[in-house]
């Protein structure tokens, strides 16, 4: 019979390729996961917005980040209502 120490050396070789494999397919879904709270959160809209501006209307200027984020919080959340 084979000594524990060799069987070991060759099933944790052929465990490598698997646990590799794993290790990717834990990877893709965590890419997966942050995609989809990124997307959900708007952390991509002022790119998308820069994209659309450029697009449609090209040789105007985008207003900055910082702007488009401000305008886009007053939109979202108006402070005069009157009821």
Not at 25 to 48: E, I, K, Q, S
Request: proline residues 6%; glycine residues 8%.
């Amino acid at each position: 019979m084979a000594s524990p120490a060799r069987l070991g050396g060759t099933v944790r070789a052929r465990l490598r390729p698997a646990a590799a494999a794993s290790v990717r397919a834990l990877a893709r879904a965590a890419g997966g996961v942050r995609w989809y709270a990124t997307t959900l959160m708007g952390d991509h809209d002022y790119a998308r917005y820069v994209a659309h501006l450029a697009r449609t209307h090209p040789g105007t200027a985008p207003e900055t980040e910082r702007a488009y984020w401000r305008s886009r919080h007053d939109d979202s959340t108006p402070q005069a209502r009157c009821c």
